[in-house]
């Protein structure tokens, strides 16, 4: 399970999914959770200075960028509303990493959640200067597990997730080896 990043979940979270699309526009997971079409593009691109910075100032020009850096693609949200988390007594966080595990074992680990944040991508697009967002799962894959696994999500596919996710979520707390062994086989593909 990933990290807890720092988001306010009082108002419910929002995640991206990257190498993931979705086969309908939308779909209700149950209890007010949604995975939704959507585009944003998370990108970390590499830049050089040769001056050293003066205290609390950025570095002065020349700067020149370096090749690689980091980008994803997201064209898939999950959104977990407050009030999800709040008749089932389960942490927003773990929600949304726990469908998001459960696609990873419907479908195959192709896919990642680079980000979360405090409001919808589209919100985001609108009033951007209050966007916030947290990086989530943006480790380099050193084990491909599946190279065959899809990157689409049915209706078929999200309705066993709906159908399962709040059953096996209690089965995560109640059974420690199971949650220990769904962990470990859900972040192998990150190790």
């Given at each position: 399970m990933a990290a807890k990043a720092k988001v306010d979940t009082s108002k419910g979270i929002f995640t991206g999914l990257a190498d993931l699309q979705l086969g309908p526009t939308e779909y209700e997971l149950g209890s007010g959770i949604r995975l939704t079409?959507?585009?944003?593009?998370?990108?970390?691109?590499?830049?050089m200075a040769y001056t050293p910075a003066p205290p609390g100032k950025?570095?002065?020009?020349?700067?020149?960028?370096?090749?690689g850096g980091l980008a994803f693609d997201i064209h898939v949200q999950l959104q977990v509303p407050p009030t999800t988390f709040v008749s089932h007594t389960l942490d927003p966080q773990f929600i949304a990493w726990w469908i998001t595990?459960?696609?990873?074992?419907?479908?195959?680990?192709a896919f990642c959640v680079p980000v979360m944040g405090e409001q919808s991508f589209e919100n985001a697009k609108i009033r951007h200067d209050e966007a916030k967002y947290c990086l989530i799962e943006t480790e380099?894959?050193?084990?491909?597990?599946?190279?065959?696994?899809?990157r689409t999500a049915t209706e078929l596919?999200?309705?066993?997730?709906?159908?399962?996710?709040?059953?096996?979520?209690?089965?995560?707390?109640?059974q420690g080896p199971f949650g220990r062994l769904f962990v470990a086989a859900d972040q192998a593909c990150f190790a």
């Open positions: 079409q959507t585009y944003a593009h998370l990108m970390a691109h590499f830049m950025h570095h002065s020009a020349p700067w020149s960028a370096a090749g595990a459960l696609l990873r074992l419907r479908l195959g680990p380099q894959r050193f084990l491909i597990l599946d190279p065959k696994a899809r596919d999200l309705a066993w997730v709906g159908n399962h996710w709040l059953a096996s979520s209690r089965l995560f707390y109640e």
